[in-house]
C-alpha cells in the first residue's frame, strides 16, 4: 500500500519561513504524481492551495509557493501570518488514484 | 462560485449502507469529475473515489468492495453508498469538484459527519 508522508508538526514564528515537505514511498516524487496542497483550518473545510507542484489558484495569496525539493514535493510559507497556522495536507496521484499524506499541524508562535 | 452541499443521515447503524448526496452549484456537472473525500474525527484525509458524468469511475482500492459513487445529471448531483459499514467508516465526508486538467480538488463542500452506531 502506498504511503504518503509529511512532517507531524512544525513551527514558526510570525514573518517567518517554513517548508513542508511530502514524500512518497514509491520513492522521489515527480512532476507526474501532480503534488497538491490543501489547507485546512478547525471546523473548515479544506480549501486547495497548489496545484500540478507549483501552480497556485486564483484565490492562493502569493506568500504560498510549491517546489519540489530532494525527492519531495513541498510548500514553502514565505512571510507566515497568524491565520497561517492549520493543518496542510499533500495528495498525489498514482494513476488515477489519489492519496493523501497524513498532515502536517503548523502553529504559528 | 461554485458550491457544493453535502446531505443525508448523520447516523447509520452498524452493518447497513451509508449514503450521502452532495449538491453542486455553479457549475455542470457535466463538465468535471466529482469526488468523495473522508476525515475520521481527529485524523487525516483519506480519498474514496471519484467519477466523471459518463459514469466512469475510480475507487480507493482499500474500500472498492463496499462503495458505489454514482451521478445525476438532471439535478446537478453526485452520490456516494457505502455498504456493510463499521464504526471505523465514522467520519466527516467531503465532496469535492477534480479539476482533471489541472489535477486538482479544487472546491470542495463543508462535510457532513456519519457516525455509524447502533
Known amino acids: 500500500q502506498t504511503v504518503v508522508t509529511q512532517e507531524p508538526s512544525l513551527t514558526v514564528s510570525p514573518g517567518g519561513t517554513v517548508t513542508l515537505t511530502c514524500a512518497s514511498s514509491?520513492?522521489?516524487?515527480?512532476?507526474?504524481?501532480?503534488p497538491n496542497w490543501v489547507q485546512q483550518k478547525p471546523g473548515q473545510a479544506p480549501r486547495a492551495l497548489i496545484y500540478s507542484t507549483s501552480n497556485k489558484h486564483s484565490w492562493t495569496p502569493p506568500r504560498f509557493s510549491g517546489s519540489l525539493l530532494g525527492g519531495k514535493a513541498a510548500l514553502t510559507l514565505s512571510g507566515v501570518q497568524p491565520e497561517d497556522e492549520a493543518d496542510y495536507y499533500c495528495?498525489?496521484?498514482?494513476?488515477?488514484?489519489?492519496?493523501f499524506g497524513g498532515g502536517t499541524k503548523l502553529t504559528v508562535l | 462560485q461554485v458550491q457544493l452541499q453535502e446531505s443525508g443521515p448523520g447516523l447509520v447503524k452498524p452493518s447497513e449502507t451509508l449514503s450521502l448526496t452532495c449538491t453542486v452549484s455553479g457549475a455542470s456537472i457535466s463538465s468535471y469529475y466529482w469526488s468523495w473525500i473522508r476525515q475520521p474525527p481527529g485524523k487525516g484525509l483519506e480519498w474514496i473515489g471519484y467519477i466523471y458524468y459518463s459514469g466512469s469511475s475510480n475507487y480507493n482500492s482499500s474500500l472498492k468492495s463496499r462503495v458505489t459513487i454514482s451521478i445525476d445529471t438532471s439535478k446537478n448531483q453526485f452520490s456516494l453508498k457505502l455498504s456493510s459499514v463499521t464504526a471505523a467508516d465514522t467520519a466527516v465526508y467531503h465532496c469535492a469538484r477534480y479539476n482533471f486538467d489541472t489535477r486538482s480538488l479544487d472546491y470542495w463542500g463543508q462535510g457532513t459527519l456519519v457516525t455509524v452506531s447502533s
Open positions: 514509491t520513492g522521489a516524487v515527480s512532476s507526474g504524481y501532480y
Open positions: 495528495l498525489l496521484y498514482y494513476g488515477g488514484a489519489v492519496v
